[in-house]
C-alpha cells in the first residue's frame, strides 16, 4: 500500500521559517513527482511546490524566493522549507505523489492526510 507520512506542522510566527517532511513508501520512486499543496479557508487549492524525478521544481508565487523544495533519494523523502513565513501561508498543507506502484501500473495521484500550519500574525 502507498503511505505518506507528513511531519513537520505546526504553529510559528511571522518571519519565521518552517520544514515539512514527507515520507512516501509504496511507489516507485524513481520515476515519481513528489511535492506539496495547501488548502486555507476562503481560497482556493493550490500547489504550494514539487519536484520531479530529474530535479524540476515547480513554486507558487507567493512562495517563490523563500521556499525550497527537495528530495532525499535515499530515504524517499520530500521536504519544503518556508522561509519569512507570513499569515497567508497559514493552511493544511497535504504531501502528494505522483506515480506508479510499480513498473506498468497506471499513474496516479496520492495524497497524505494532512498537516496543519497556522502563522500568527
Known amino acids: 500500500q502507498v503511505q505518506l507520512v507528513e511531519s513537520g506542522g505546526g504553529l510559528v510566527q511571522a518571519g519565521g521559517s518552517l520544514s515539512l517532511s514527507c515520507a512516501v513508501s509504496g511507489i516507485v520512486w524513481r520515476y515519481s513527482t513528489v511535492g506539496w499543496h495547501r488548502q486555507a479557508p476562503g481560497k482556493e487549492f493550490e500547489l504550494v511546490a514539487d519536484?520531479?524525478?530529474?530535479?524540476?521544481?515547480n513554486y507558487a508565487t507567493s512562495v517563490k524566493g523563500r521556499s525550497t523544495v527537495s528530495r532525499d533519494n535515499a530515504k524517499n523523502t520530500v521536504t519544503l522549507q518556508i522561509d519569512r513565513l507570513k499569515p497567508g501561508d497559514t493552511g493544511v498543507y497535504f504531501c502528494k505523489a505522483d506515480g506508479t506502484r510499480y513498473l506498468g501500473d497506471e499513474r496516479r495521484v496520492y495524497w497524505g492526510q494532512g498537516t496543519q500550519v497556522t502563522v500568527s500574525s
Open positions: 519536484i520531479s524525478s530529474d530535479g524540476t521544481t
